[in-house]
């Protein structure tokens, strides 16, 4: 997917919604545990309920791989399902990967060709040779982690350096890589008050934020320094949707939480 296609449909949608596809089998309506893939079952109904409200969806791979061989295939039926009945959402396989140049390769191959998603969410810890790799491939986005929305978020990411703060240099460095601007970068909804001086420095990238939701972070606060010209916000709620209803009907309940949200999301495009 192109940059100008996702910003088509936010604006087609008046969206900017991320639903996380985190699915723990202790947590689904029971009467779906009955079924063969119970897992793919459940993603399949939220995705077909909530499709219109939302422009992206995040499976986390964790949820995936728990479950080994069996997760695994189901997330492949995921974003098959994705690609095949709603090819115009933008896919995001949070994996949080990186490694030496000649292993990021393999990991890039797995998530962009091999499963056909959009964009992979990537560490930065490794530098420039870690990264760089995911970079190369064509109308596909690498989303590195800045500032992440978890407590510890900042132990290391809010360390000062001699330059500037970590997460910041950062970000910095990373416009000097080829392709940059195939990246998006990862900043915590509960970290709302660095927004503007992270927006200072990348002002057009695509920001995925996690953290609305229950983690807490507040969505308005995130827009008010988050969003630029092109939107440039991807707003991520996992919990918080998926999990609001646990009957017959949890699919109806997950969409009702996904239109509040993208309301929400109309009126701050509306008053922009
Ligand atoms: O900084 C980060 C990076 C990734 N995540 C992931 O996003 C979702 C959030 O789920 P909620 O249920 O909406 O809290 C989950 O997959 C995290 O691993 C993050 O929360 N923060």
Redesign the pocket.
């Known amino acids: 997917m192109t940059r100008l296609e996702l910003v088509e449909q936010i604006k087609q949608k008046q969206s900017f919604l991320c639903i ?1 596809l ?1 699915v723990d089998l202790t947590k689904i309506p029971t009467h779906l545990l009955e079924l063969e893939d119970p897992i793919f079952e459940f993603n399949k109904q939220i995705i077909d309920a909530t499709h219109q409200l939302a422009v992206a969806y995040k499976p ?1 791979t964790a949820f995936y791989e728990a479950y080994g061989l069996k997760g695994w295939k189901s997330l492949e039926k995921t974003i098959d399902y994705l690609n095949e009945n709603y090819p115009e959402i933008f896919t995001i396989a ?1 994996a949080k990967r990186g490694d030496i140049g000649n292993t990021s390769t393999m990991y890039a191959k797995a998530f962009f060709e091999d499963l056909d998603f959009d964009s992979v969410t990537v560490a930065p810890y490794m530098g420039s040779d870690s990264v760089e790799p995911f970079l190369a491939f064509n109308n596909k986005f690498t989303i590195m ?1 800045a500032l ?3 407590k510890g ?1 900042l132990d290391f990411q809010g360390l000062e350096t001699e330059k500037d703060t970590l997460y910041k240099e950062v970000l910095k460095t990373s416009l000097t890589w080829k392709n940059n601007e195939q990246l998006m970068f ?1 900043v ?1 909804a509960t970290k709302a008050e660095y927004f503007k001086g992270i927006r200072d420095i990348v002002p057009n990238h695509f920001l995925l934020v ?2 609305v ?3 807490g972070g507040n969505l308005h606060d995130v827009c008010k320094y988050g969003l630029n010209d092109d939107v440039g916000l991807l707003i ?5 949707i998926i999990y609001a209803g646990n009957d017959e009907n949890f699919a109806t309940t997950a969409k009702e939480k996904a239109l509040e949200l993208q309301q929400e999301m109309k009126e701050i495009l509306e008053s922009k």
Do not use: E, I, Y
């Open positions: 996380g985190d986390n949070d982690l992440t929305s978890n978020g990862v915590g996690p953290g939701g229950a983690q991520n709620s996992s919990r918080g």
